[in-house]
């Protein structure tokens, strides 16, 4: 009977099923962070418990690191006592961690990868929402909580009921200017911020195949914005390719032998699936978001929605409430929109080909007086693959700040915040209130280009217009 | 490791009424620098109960009429956003030991059974009927049972829904897999040698 990648990885991992229905999964490959480990190794402790397979968990350390900071000990006295607590854990149950020392450091979605730690085929686990950015190489990742982690710790394993897959198919070649995030957007416009709940969703179509593994990433990592806790693609050349030489990847002989069996993975031609979902690539545009939701977004062209034009009581209540928080005028063109800050980076879109294509436009450009921009490589890999081919250069000499490998300004848990009400043109996922570190902060969610464009006019613009963009 | 059988919960209730609510709502960020979850209690909802120079906002959680409730009612979409664990250690800590709401975001509901913090799914009338006798009288007394799928209150009686493997967690002292999950450790290690990026 044909399978779909979900099922063939699902059944391959499952170890057995448990009293309650749900399945003990083995979790092939676990990462962790500052943020949501400490705990979970505190109650690993209290129970008595080790680390069950420590040479499966890599940790990195991302959410608090400054970015423009590089000594030890961290002006923020709490951002410091994470960053020991990881250490000495990592010290204490013998996990490979990439600090800051080893060169290796970075958003813990953008280091598995670049490590070649993230495989087709595989299950991963981290304690963050955006672990879904590991599907994009065919392997099934979850995001979870702490008390997971810690299962995961002490036993390799957690405890899931199986998920629904929904395929979504996207063909065609995107029209110029137009960029993997605004797929994803333009995604989680259409099947709504929950529409994704109990499913896994698998990405496919002519449009990406054609994307390189950094597209995928970019799309994979925001499943959660639409409710789906796991979204993969399915494994081919590309992901072959992009893995080859990586420093976890299969060496020499062992190489060959992956490669076939990564195949296997793929979904069969005639797989089940819960749902489909078919979507042009033609009808995409470039999207920003303008409320406090991802799936409150619109095309560069449209207006501001009014409470007039809502299909229900609860979009209208929710449009109410997202234009009072946002400060936006309803039915106005989003366009024109006046920011104070443009913010590049975060493991959406922090990685090499996302400074690649901004730098392209921006280059002999300069950002607008009176914005803050800020360039913040997703890893320390990022930062010197940037460096050498001297985009750092660029970005400075147009007025971006390049910052160190971190989180950054994505949710601010680190010094970089946006200060009262300002409004932020940013590349990151997450619009939500508050969460770029100002309780009225304000978040518009774009591509990178588009970030670009908003720096150099100082307003929301399109990119297409600002750079005279005619092709992809 | 024997756990306790959660088949009811009772207590006040307090409407905290809206959609969406996220996490970022639930326990803003840069609470999040800790590493124990003690603690937490004191900055649910933070950033909506308090003012930038910490005087309290108007909220449900901030009237004197209902501290000491340990049901929160919302919406749908309640816990949406981010998968940490703080959110609903928050509001276990605050002092809930159990939430109704129209749907929940799906991290958000499985972290929250393994604390034992049964969420419940209630139309959105049946919420506000709910809500409406807790207006009436704060003191009141709201029942949640699993055991029938109801909650009670002055009299009346509402259907609520939950995930039947979550329900059977709950309900046979099962919600935290940690126990069983260790029982499994032989087995582990053999489905663990039949992969070829494990066996290395
Ligand atoms: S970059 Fe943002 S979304 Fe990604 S892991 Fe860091 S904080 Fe989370």
Redesign the pocket.
Known sequence: MPKNLFQKVWDDHTVRQLANGQTQLLIGTHLI?EVTSPQAFGMLRDLGLKVAFPHRTFATV??IVPTDQFIEPYADPLAQAMMDELRKNCAQFGITFFDRATGKQG???IVGPEQGITQPGTTIACG???TSTHGAFGAIAFGIGTSQVRDVLATQTMALGELKVRRIEVNGKLPPGVYAKDVILHIIRMLGVNGGTGFAYEYAGSTFDGFSMEERMTVC?MSIEGGARVGYVNPDETTFAYLKGRPYAPKAANWDTAVSHWKSFASDPGAPYDDVVKINAADIAPSVTWGINPGQGISISENIPSPETATSADDKAGIIEALAYMKLPAGAPIKGTKINVAFL????N?RLSDFQEVAKYIKGRKVAPGIKAIAVP?SQIVALQCEKLGLDKILSEAGFEWRAA???M??A?NPDKLIGDQLCASS???NFKGRQGSTTGRTILMSPVMVAAAAVMGQIADAREVFSVTQN | MALAKITSVFGRAVNVPGNDIDTDRIIPARFMKCVTFDGLGEFLFYDVRKQLDGTEKSHPLNEPRFKGATILLSGANFGCG?SREHAPQAIAKYGFKAVIAENFAEIFFGNSTTLGMPCVTASREDIAKISAFTEADPQGEVAIDLVKLEVRFGGQTVKIAQRESARNALVNGRWDAIGELIDGLPAVKITAGKLPYLAA
């Open positions: 962070h991302d959410h958003i813990v979605h963050d929402s955006h990592n980076g975060s493991c959406t922090g997703g971190g989180c950054s994505c949710l848990m990151s996922n997450r | 981010s």
